[in-house]
C-alpha cells in the first residue's frame, strides 16, 4: 500500500464584520477554536467593531457535526487532526495567505495595521501562519492555546519573523487547558528563542474576555 497526496481547488469561506472603506486602520484576522465556525466566532468579536476595523474570520477547511443526534445537527470546523497533519498546516497557511490577498486587493496595506488573533485550537493555526506564510503581520495575540510545540525556531526565517511582530500571550487563570505548567513551558520556549512577548492573565477560564479585548484594541 502507498500513499499519495495531489493538490486540488476547493472552495473556502470567510466572514468579515465592519467596513472595508479607506478609513479602516486595522485589520483584524481572527482563528476560531476547535469545532466552532467563524460566523459564531466573529459575533463575540463585535466588541471591537469600532467602524476603524475590519475584523475577517476564516473558517477552518474541515467541517464536521458536533452531535450525531438527529434533531440536532450542529457543524463544527477544524483548522487540522493528527492525520496527514503537515499536508493540513501547509493548506491552511496557503489559505490564511489567500485570504489576506482578498482582504488587500481592495485595502492599502500600507494605511493599515494587521493583527493576527487566534483563539484555543486558533492559536497554533496563527502561530504558524506568522512564521510560515507571506502575510506581513504587525500583532499577534495567542488565546487560550499553545505556541505550536512543533514548529521549529530553529529556522532562521521563522524566528526572525515572529521576533518582528508584537506578541501577547492571552489566558485564564482557571483555563483547564492552559494550564500554568502549559504557560512556563510556551515562555520559556519564547525565552530560549529571543522572541519578546506580553504575557496577559484574567480571571476567568477558557473563554474570550470582553474587557481583555477592549484592552488589546487600545
Known amino acids: 500500500m502507498q500513499e499519495h497526496h495531489l493538490s486540488v481547488s476547493r472552495t473556502a469561506r470567510y466572514w468579515t464584520l465592519g467596513t472595508s472603506s479607506g478609513d479602516v486602520g486595522e485589520v483584524w484576522f481572527t482563528c476560531h ?9 466573529l459575533e463575540k468579536l463585535r466588541v471591537l467593531d469600532n467602524g476603524r476595523r475590519y475584523l475577517v474570520a ?15 445537527r450542529r457543524v463544527g470546523a477544524t483548522w487540522m ?15 490564511l495567505d489567500a485570504v489576506y490577498a482578498d482582504v488587500f486587493g481592495s485595502l492599502d496595506r500600507a494605511r493599515a495595521k494587521v493583527h493576527a488573533l487566534g483563539f484555543s485550537q486558533g492559536t497554533s493555526t496563527v502561530s504558524r501562519w506568522a512564521a510560515m506564510g507571506k502575510a506581513r503581520i504587525d500583532r499577534l495575540t495567542l488565546w487560550g492555546g499553545e505556541f ?6 530553529t529556522v532562521d526565517s521563522f524566528a526572525d519573523r515572529l521576533r518582528g511582530v508584537r506578541l501577547a ?16 513551558g510556551i515562555l520559556e520556549r519564547l525565552r ?6 506580553e504575557e496577559i492573565p484574567f480571571e476567568g477560564g477558557h473563554e474570550l474576555n470582553e474587557s481583555v479585548l477592549r484592552n488589546l484594541a487600545g
Open 148 to 153: 505550536p510545540p512543533d514548529l521549529d525556531l
Open 169 to 184: 500571550l492571552v489566558y485564564g487563570r482557571s483555563d483547564e487547558y492552559i494550564t500554568p505548567k502549559v504557560v512556563s
Open 33 to 41: 477554536g476547535y469545532g466552532q465556525l467563524a460566523a459564531r466566532f
Open 58 to 72: 476564516p473558517e477552518g477547511l474541515s467541517r464536521f457535526y458536533l452531535s450525531e443526534s438527529p434533531t440536532e
Open 81 to 95: 487532526t493528527r492525520e496527514d497533519r503537515l499536508a493540513e498546516i501547509d493548506d491552511y497557511v496557503r489559505y
Open 192 to 197: 530560549q528563542h529571543g522572541i519578546p512577548y
